[in-house]
């Protein structure tokens, strides 16, 4: 099925430093979710985004709706050991549809 | 409150048998989603219910799978005569659509090896 561009695939930083992953699509979207997946468990919501331009925090978590609406970027800023996991991007279509379309996923490995 | 289960949460089959996966929404949730995640890859659409509307079967791979969601609540993902590259972690996510909430919620996932 479709899915999203969702960049870097892998990245490891060594503890503290931030980082920042993005995804882009062909299409126009209404909303972004950002999520985390940890080895074995369900995904889990980290920010819901639902307007161009929105910026969104949660703790050390920063997410933006791009102007475009074709694109979003989530930040982590002082990385600590348990945010490794795999972070995927989701964004729902302008067509009316409550489905979802998700990222390949961010693999992200921090280095105490 | 409580999230999205799932169950089982592992399940071991024989190629060529069928298998039931179950998922219960979060309360009050009208939609919910049926997704396939092999092995490091992404998440794959496969079903999408909402309220009493026809669901959205775009994303079944075969007619071996089918899915139902009975009474508006508890849905059972069906594949039936598993093979191999169904082995897979099957998630399923609810959600209430309308007004400014489209969140998803995933379950735990039901890891499905198909022997």
């Known amino acids: 099925g479709q899915q999203l561009n969702q960049s870097p695939q892998s990245m490891f930083i060594q503890e503290g430093e931030d980082v920042s992953m993005n995804c882009t699509s062909s299409?126009?979207?209404?909303?972004w979710l950002w999520y985390k997946q940890d080895p074995g468990e369900g995904p889990v919501l980290l920010i819901a985004?639902?307007?161009?331009?929105e910026l969104t925090s949660n703790g050390r978590l920063t997410a933006q709706f791009g102007i475009t609406r074709k694109d979003s970027f989530l930040n982590i800023s002082a990385s600590i050991p348990s945010d490794v996991g795999i972070y995927f991007c989701?964004?729902?279509?302008?067509?009316?549809?409550?489905?979802?379309?998700f990222g390949t996923g961010t693999r992200l490995k921090v280095l105490a | 409150g409580a999230g999205v289960s799932q169950s089982p949460s592992n399940k071991v089959t024989e190629k060529g048998k069928d298998v039931e996966l179950r998922c219960d929404p979060i309360?009050?949730?009208?939609?919910l989603y049926w997704y396939r995640q092999s092995l490091g890859q992404g998440l794959e659409f496969l079903i999408y219910?909402?309220?009493?509307?026809?669901?959205?079967k775009s994303g079944l791979p075969s007619d071996r799978f089918s899915a139902e969601r009975t009474g508006g609540s508890v849905s059972t993902l069906t594949i039936q005569r598993t093979q191999q590259e169904d082995s897979a972690v099957y998630l399923c996510?609810?959600?209430?659509?309308?007004?400014?909430?489209?969140?998803?919620?995933f379950g735990p996932g039901t890891r499905l090896t198909v022997t």
């Open positions: 996510a609810s959600s209430s659509p309308g007004g400014a909430s489209y969140e998803q919620y």
């Open positions: 299409s126009i979207f209404n909303t």
């Open positions: 309360s009050g949730h009208t939609a």
């Open positions: 985004l639902y307007k161009a331009g």
């Open positions: 989701a964004g729902r279509p302008t067509s009316g549809t409550y489905k979802y379309i």
């Open positions: 219910f909402q309220g009493n509307s026809a669901p959205d």
